[in-house]
T-cell receptor, first 113, second 115 residues
C-alpha cells in the first residue's frame, strides 16, 4: 500500500518547453495503458491510451511511448502550457475480467510562465 | 468524451451518520463502475468494482458493510459510507466504463469531511 505522507515526484518546466513524464509499470502481462491528468480537487481526465501491441501513439500535443522490454511508459507533452499544470497518473490494465486499472504514484507537473 | 457526473462534490457530516454519493453516466451505458479513494498527494486506491445488477467486488481490506455499493441501473451507482467516522474523511471518486470500452471516465470526485 501507499506510504503515509508520500511526496509526489515533481517536474518543473518552462512554458513552451517539452515535458516528459515517466512511469514504470509492474506487470509484464498488462495489455493496455492509459494516462490521466488530475487537477487539484477534480477527478482524473483521460489524456491518451495505448495497447501493448503498439510502442507509440500520438494525440494532440501528446505522445505516449511504451517500452515493454523494460516495462516503461512515458508521456510527452509538446509546447507545455500553464494549463498543463496538474498531477499525471499512468495506469495499467492487468489481469481480471473487469478491466481494473492499477494506478501509478503520479507526477506533479508545474509549468512556469 | 463520455461524461460522468458525481454528486455531491463536497459533504460534511457528523460522526455516526451515513452519507450517500451518487455516480451517473450521462451519455453512455456504464456496464461497470468503479469506486476509488484518494488521500492527499497520493494515488487512487480502488475500493470496489460493480456491474449493473450484481453485487460489487471489493478490494482486499475494504469493508463491504462499511462502504455499501449499489449499481441499480446502467447509468447509476451509489456508494454509501455507513456510520462515518473522522478516519473516513477522504476524496472519493467514481469512474465508469461501457461495454467494449477500455477507458474509464471519471467523475469530479466527492470530498467527505466527517466531524
Amino acid at each position: 500500500g501507499e506510504s503515509v505522507g508520500l511526496h509526489l515526484p515533481t517536474l518543473s518546466v518552462q512554458e513552451g518547453d517539452n515535458s516528459i513524464i515517466n512511469c514504470a509499470y509492474s506487470n509484464s502481462a498488462s495489455d493496455y495503458f492509459i494516462w490521466y491528468k488530475q487537477e487539484s480537487g477534480k477527478g482524473p481526465q483521460f489524456i491518451i491510451d495505448i495497447r501493448s501491441n503498439m510502442d507509440k501513439r500520438q494525440g494532440q500535443r501528446v505522445t505516449v511511448l511504451l517500452n515493454k522490454t523494460v516495462k516503461h511508459l512515458s508521456l510527452q507533452i509538446a509546447a507545455t502550457q500553464p494549463g498543463d499544470s496538474a498531477v499525471y497518473f499512468c495506469a495499467e490494465r492487468g489481469g481480471g475480467s473487469q478491466g481494473n486499472l492499477i494506478f501509478g504514484k503520479g507526477t506533479k507537473l508545474s509549468v512556469k510562465p | 468524451g463520455a461524461v460522468v457526473s458525481q454528486h455531491p462534490s463536497w459533504v460534511i457530516c457528523k460522526s455516526g451518520t451515513s452519507v450517500k454519493i451518487e455516480c451517473r453516466s450521462l451519455d453512455f451505458q456504464a456496464t461497470t463502475m468503479f469506486w476509488y479513494r484518494q488521500f492527499p498527494k497520493q494515488s487512487l486506491m480502488l475500493m470496489a468494482t460493480s456491474n449493473e445488477g450484481s453485487k460489487a467486488t471489493y478490494e482486499q481490506g475494504v469493508e463491504k458493510d462499511k462502504f455499501l455499493i449499489n449499481h441499480a441501473s446502467l447509468t447509476l451507482s451509489t456508494l454509501t459510507v455507513t456510520s462515518a467516522h473522522p478516519e473516513d474523511s477522504s476524496f472519493y471518486i467514481c469512474s465508469a466504463s461501457g461495454t467494449g470500452r477500455n477507458i474509464q471516465y471519471f467523475g469530479a470526485g466527492t470530498r467527505l469531511s466527517v466531524l
